[in-house]
């Protein structure tokens, strides 16, 4: 699926991340971020507009926050949560995406 930037699944889920992108995705460089924390490597407060500082790296493939996202059959699909928050339904989750974001800087 497509991600839409909207932050959620990096704050709200348990997942397993690169520690140290310098290092890479090692067995030994991994941890797990806990729901409701922010991940360490995002960037930016507004909802569609958070980057991450692993997702440029000639590695971020092989990570588990790449093959948590890659759904093969529906690729190109924009995510479904993200769709949701980034509408106008969405906007009570995307103001506590956003204020999370903002205590996390």
């Given amino acids: 699926m497509k991600c839409l930037r909207c932050g959620y699944c ?9 520690d140290d992108p310098e290092k890479g ?10 729901t409701g924390v922010p991940c360490k490597h995002l960037r930016g407060e507004k909802c569609g507009e958070i980057s991450c ?35 106008d339904k969405g906007s009570e989750v995307r103001q506590r995406i956003e204020a999370k974001l903002k205590g996390a800087h």
């Fill in 10 to 18: 990096c704050i709200s889920l348990d997942v397993v991340i690169v």
């Fill in 25 to 34: 995705p090692r067995q030994s460089n991994l941890s797990i971020k806990e």
């Fill in 53 to 87: 500082a692993v997702h440029d790296k000639p590695w971020y493939s092989e990570t588990p926050c790449f093959q948590h996202t890659q759904l093969p059959e529906c690729s190109k699909a924009p995510c479904r949560m993200g769709s949701y928050i980034m509408s």
